[in-house]
């Protein structure tokens, strides 16, 4: 078993708290992804686990075993670094067998393991090469090679994409997955790209200010987000927010966001219970925001043709907002158009920031509804 479990973790940097009582447990064989903003504590708390660094408090347990005193060598673990730190003087196959010359590994197995990894990895003809010689993204299969042939229990990834251009990057997400599927390793990946994570990890873990803010499988936690950080940080574009005063009208909640009066769907009157005559944020993603004849009126301010989508930035009032179309739809800048919300998809937080509509025991949707949430205009937009 190689599951790795992280209780209360915590890591200073004299005055400062790069990680702060992270605890997270990963799965054995699970793909993990750390995933946050620069200065979130992701790469720190990898050095952690790795024994890169040592934890001023908490505990590190990999395969059920304690390693806070154990030097990195001794954990066995292999990590992919975001500068390939491959040695320019040695060739691909010697590069790949060193750490197993360190490690007093019998010469046959040597020649084996480098061999099935340069076919997983399909740089078979690239062994004699030097480092020097190679792509970057040809760099990147070396780097995971020389992982590989370790048969780690864990492998630990820092952001090894991030210096691949954009073509490359979806071509090598979509390497790892392979590759996972085939080793059934467990691990443990960080990056600061919000899309990678989704795409990668069966499961992540949104980090900021050095904790965890939640966990789950991708999806969920993109349809299910805990708090305004989780909801505002997963998506391209990020989630729309409106600040208003919530009130009830005849027994319904109504939230007054300036431009409009979001007449609250009767499925989250429990959630806003007890807020009535306080600030509440309704977040709605640009995916679920529509364009519908006897919707809300707004003014165009940008467009935004990507191939397969269309983002339009909206004015509502003094609001923007922006939504995700279909593309073709004949709008540009300065029409008027109408706008509405799709009511399954909409979120409430509380001024301190947390999700008033997060459920626990969320599961994935797997279809979005399409059905609408009422809204009446009180004042036209500009």
Known sequence: MAEVTLRNLVKEFDDV???????????????????GPSGCGKTTTLRLIAGLERATDGEIE???????????????IAMVFQNYALYPHMSVRENMRFGLEQHGIDEDVIGERVDEAADLLQI?????????ELSGGQQQRVALGRAIVREPEVFLMDEPLSNLDAKLRIQMRAELNKLHEALSTT????????????????????????????VGPPTVVYDNPRNRFVADFLG???????????????GAFVLDVGPIEHHVPEQYAADLRGYEDERVTLGVRPEDITLRPDGVPATVNVVEPQGEKTVLELALG?????????????????????????????????????????????????????????????????
């Open 187 to 214: 691990t443990v990946y960080v990056t600061h790209d919000q899309v990678e994570a989704m795409t990668l990890g069966d499961r992540i873990a949104i980090m900021d200010g050095g904790q965890i803010q939640q």
């Open 17 to 35: 708290t790069a990680v702060d009582g992270v605890s997270l447990d990963i799965p054995d064989e699970s793909f993990t992804v750390l995933v």
């Open 318 to 382: 003094d609001q923007v907002l922006k939504a995700s179309v279909e593309p073709g739809i004949p709008v540009e800048m300065n029409d008027r158009v109408s706008l509405d919300f799709d009511r399954d998809s909409i979120h409430y937080f509380a001024e301190d920031g947390s999700c008033l509509t997060y459920s626990p025991d969320a599961v994935e949707r797997s279809q979005r509804t399409g059905d609408h949430a009422a809204v009446t205009v009180t004042e036209e937009g500009d």
């Open 62 to 76: 990999i395969g059920r075993e304690l390693v806070n005193d154990q030097r990195a060598y001794e954990r066995d």
């Open 236 to 250: 391209s574009p990020s989630m729309n927010f409106l600040e208003g005063e919530l009130s009830r009208d005849d």
């Open 124 to 132: 078979g003809e690239l062994l004699d090469r030097r480092p020097a």
